[in-house]
């Protein structure tokens, strides 16, 4: 399983991100950290999920800009899905979906339907994200995302 995320074009000239990330925690590990609000703050700082339908969701990246939302779907242990609307681009969809795999989970991250300029800065961003996660699980100690090098690797 590739940590790289995918940017693939639909039909309809859409775009969308996917990561499938295999975490060696179990999926109720991995939903506390994703849903519990005060366990977001550690891997997504400015990013608050309010884990209930028609919760509010805002990923506030400061100078960067803000992304608002809405919980539009809520499955406990499994799926976790909102609206992303950035300023001047069209709503999206979050989701993200976990699976039991052995001792760990498998996490897909699907960010669509997105215009292609900006599909690709949130790809590395959603990247960085997901390192952060992984290593708030490990050890409760995320690194500061080295972002030079992710956007090198997605535009080699």
């Known amino acids: 399983m ?11 000239g859409t775009w969308r991100i996917e990561f499938e990330r295999r975490l060696p925690h179990p999926p109720e590990r991995v939903w506390s950290a994703l849903s519990d609000p005060d366990q977001q ?15 509010a969701v805002v990923y506030d990246f400061g100078a960067e800009g803000r992304a608002d ?8 242990g499994r799926r976790l899905e909102h609206s992303w609307t950035w300023p001047d681009e069209p709503r999206a969809i979050v ?3 976990l699976r039991p795999d052995g001792d760990g989970t498998v996490l897909t991250l ?3 339907p997105l215009r292609a300029a900006p599909a690709r800065d949130y790809r590395v961003g959603w990247h960085a994200m997901l390192d952060a996660l ?3 699980l490990e050890d409760g100690a995320p690194t500061d995302a080295d972002y030079e090098s992710l956007y090198a690797l997605y535009t080699a």
């Not at 939302?69 to 406990?76: M, S």
């Open 134 to 136: 992984g290593a708030v």
């Open 95 to 97: 989701r993200w979906e």
């Open 110 to 112: 699907l960010h669509r």
């Open 2 to 12: 590739s940590e790289r995320g995918i940017l693939a074009e639909a039909s309809d």
């Open 69 to 76: 939302g809405e919980v539009l779907a809520v499955e406990p």
């Open 41 to 55: 703050g550690a891997w997504m700082p400015g990013v608050r999920i309010e884990p209930r339908v028609g919760g």
